[in-house]
């Protein structure tokens, strides 16, 4: 169905620490995948994408995997700082049609200091 | 800096006013969209529009009308605001089909 879901709503990592946001997508035809970041009271902002004849895309800090087999993605965050925190969001799109973004709910990420 | 404009971070509406969201993009971009964001809900696509004087329906269209006069302006039309329609909304566009999209800030909508 049309749904992109994360594993947990919530993630709390210390400053410094390395922080891992995973996402479950549905549409094994899905084509391109993207990270957004948004801060509060705020737009959401684009991180990094990657598309399904990939498996892995940095940027910086940041590094986003793709496991087609088990539709799977995942945003890596090196060195987390205060500026992380924020809700996190994946998305996707499915070769074929419109070319909408199907969206998940979100993650959010809490820096501890 | 490519840009996605929302004319308004805040608006106070009265129930049963016709509501104008504005939304303009300078990245010569094909498509726009409008969502609305809710806790708990995500994001929910209201309309989009893929060409100028060009609109098709989203998940939830009810209660709303667009405008794509112009290739760089969306207008999201409340054509007679309730208190349900209160939300953060959030225009975004993008080059095509093959990119992603990028958001405006957000207008967060209280209607009264």
């Known amino acids: 169905g049309e749904s992109v879901g994360l594993h947990l709503p919530t993630l709390s990592v210390q400053e410094g620490d390395n922080s891992i946001i995973n996402c479950a997508y549905s549409?094994?035809?899905?084509?391109?995948f993207i990270w957004y970041k948004q801060e509060s009271g705020k737009g959401p902002q684009f991180i990094i994408d990657?598309?399904?004849?990939?498996d892995k895309r940095q940027g910086q800090r940041v590094t986003v995997l793709l496991n087609k087999t088990v539709k799977h993605l995942s945003l890596q965050i090196a060195a987390t700082q205060p500026g992380d925190s924020a809700v996190y969001f994946c998305?996707?799109?499915?070769?074929?049609?419109?070319?909408?973004?199907?969206f998940g709910q979100g993650t959010t990420l809490q820096v501890k200091p | 800096d490519v840009k996605v404009t929302q004319s308004s971070r805040y608006l106070v509406k009265r129930t049963g006013e016709k509501v104008f969201l504005e939304c303009v993009q300078d990245?010569?971009?094909?498509?726009m969209f409008w969502y609305r964001q809710d806790p708990g809900l995500g994001l929910r696509l209201i309309y989009f529009?893929?060409?100028?004087?060009?609109?098709e329906k989203g998940d939830i269209p009810e209660g709303y009308s667009v405008s794509r006069e112009k290739k760089e302006r969306f207008s999201l039309i409340l054509e007679s605001a309730s208190t349900n329609q209160t939300s953060m909304y959030l225009c975004?566009?993008?080059?095509?089909?093959?990119?992603?999209?990028?958001f405006g800030s957000g207008t967060r909508l209280t209607v009264v």
């Open positions: 975004a566009s993008r080059r095509d089909r093959n990119y992603g999209y990028t």
């Open positions: 549409n094994s035809a899905s084509d391109y």
């Open positions: 990657i598309r399904s004849n990939m």
């Open positions: 998305a996707e799109k499915w070769s074929g049609n419109t070319g909408k973004l199907i």
């Open positions: 990245m010569d971009h094909e498509n």
């Open positions: 529009s893929y060409d100028v004087k060009m609109k």
